[in-house]
């Protein structure tokens, strides 16, 4: 079993930057692909960027450039640094895991999901 709890939203503007945190519990948090996703209301879940335990990366085409994921396994920690943040941004985070070797960017193949937070980019 593994407990994710994200922190780090807020409302910010035009622009300004972010730092969203997901902090989990488990003793093998190194060996999980982890992944953010992203729901805005009246619309689906969606992929953001997800890290596999070996540092691989993926990211949806609108973040590129903007958002960078990283991870601390020392600290069972996994990050996401939001950058020259829109409007369109705005959106519950949500910080899952699973326990596979590949990368998921879909929500089915995630076991394990936080409680979220918000992130809204006022204009």
């Known amino acids: 079993q593994v407990q994710l709890v994200e922190s780090g939203g807020g409302l910010v503007q035009t622009g300004d930057s972010l730092r969203l945190s997901c902090a989990a519990s488990?003793?093998?948090?190194?060996?999980?692909?982890m992944a953010w996703f992203r729901q805005a209301p009246g619309k689906e879940r969606e992929f953001v960027a997800a890290?596999?335990?070996?540092?691989?990366?993926y990211y949806t085409d609108s973040v590129k450039g903007r958002f960078d994921i990283s991870r601390d396994n020392g600290k069972n920690t996994m990050y996401l640094q939001m950058n020259s943040l829109k409007p369109e941004d705005t959106a519950v985070y949500y910080c899952?895991?699973?326990?596979?070797?590949?990368?998921?960017?879909?929500?089915?193949?995630?076991?394990?999901w936080g409680q979220g937070t918000q992130v809204t980019v006022s204009s």
């Open positions: 899952a895991a699973d326990s596979t070797y590949f990368v998921p960017t879909t929500a089915a193949e995630y076991d394990y």
């Open positions: 488990g003793r093998t948090f190194s060996r999980y692909a």
């Open positions: 890290v596999g335990w070996r540092g691989i990366t």
